[in-house]
């Protein structure tokens, strides 16, 4: 088996590693979005923000059988190498996955990197191979779809008038797009209080966010061809920026909704502001994008307070992904 790196400008790859990602979700986890060479094209070049992963393409003779990623940080967590990989459902237990995760696992040494992170759509076969190779089950998240067309307006408007006399120190803003320069400081301090979120066992440290971030977050979710819908709260009588809920809409597929971010900062917690930013976002989605249909979210299965939220909207449960961690000998 030959490994070889590619990027975001060889088309030929990335056509490969499209069709190959499709072929495995059919199998592990059908109800996923279809990828396409324009996300993927992305997806290479930007990662989530600003840091893309290097990705591998594994071929016998001229079958592509497999693929694999590194991913690492210099924000935070400078320890880690976070790993992907797949191998084509026909070519598995052929000892293709174990190459592939050598391979990565010297990449991450390499650069320096003491332990790996490596997810996975639960399964006996994702289990039995972390088992063989030593990863350790460290946390579980959960992915959860919306069906726009069963949220049942009268009890979220309900939802939302109860919630509001608890927050009644805060205004709620909407906003559609990139942030302007001189918000991305005040967004990033926000945004850090998603450390607050669990990770289970998972050896690793708090997120670090700056304005920097920010950009190269919403310049990632463009280059992906989403719309970015941002609804905060800002407490009134400090001006601070309490809490934020973000949706990305697809532009080419207005049909698929991805839920980002929603954290409340530790200072403005107990009033009730998840439910609030949720159910006015969704409210704004309904005049703002008419074609949307779903919205898909993650969070820890651990995480009861978010999880407490998504099921008042009516979230329904797609899968399960173990993340799975060891450190490196």
Known sequence: MEIHPF????????????DLVNVIAQVDAPWER????????????HGWDGEPGTP?????????????????????NLHLAWLDLGVHPDHRRQGHGSTLLAAMEAEAR??????????????????GFAKVHGLDRKSAEINRRQFLAEIDWATLDRRYDEALPHAADYVLERRFGPTPDEGLEELAVMASAINDAPTDDLDC??????????????TAVDAHGDDLYRVVARHVPTGELAAHTVVAVSRTEPAWGGQHDTSVTRAHRGHRLGVL???????????????????????A??????IEVNEVLAYRVMGRVWAYQRPLG
């Open 56 to 76: 591998y393409l594994a071929r016998v003779g001229d079958r592509v059988v497999g693929w694999a990623a590194n991913s690492t940080s210099e924000y935070d």
């Open 277 to 299: 930013l949720k159910a006015d976002m969704l409210r704004w989605l309904r005049d703002a994008a008419p074609a949307l249909r779903t919205i898909d979210t993650w969070n």
């Open 7 to 18: 990027g975001p400008d060889d088309t030929a790859a990335l056509a490969a590693w499209t």
């Open 205 to 218: 440290e708090d997120e670090v966010f700056n304005g920097e971030r920010m950009r190269a977050y919403e």
């Open 301 to 306: 299965e651990s995480n009861d307070r978010m």
């Open 34 to 45: 279809a990828m396409t060479t324009a996300r993927a094209e992305a997806r290479w070049r």
């Open 110 to 127: 390499r650069a320096g990197r003491t332990s790996v992170v490596i997810d996975a759509w639960e399964s006996e076969a994702a289990d």
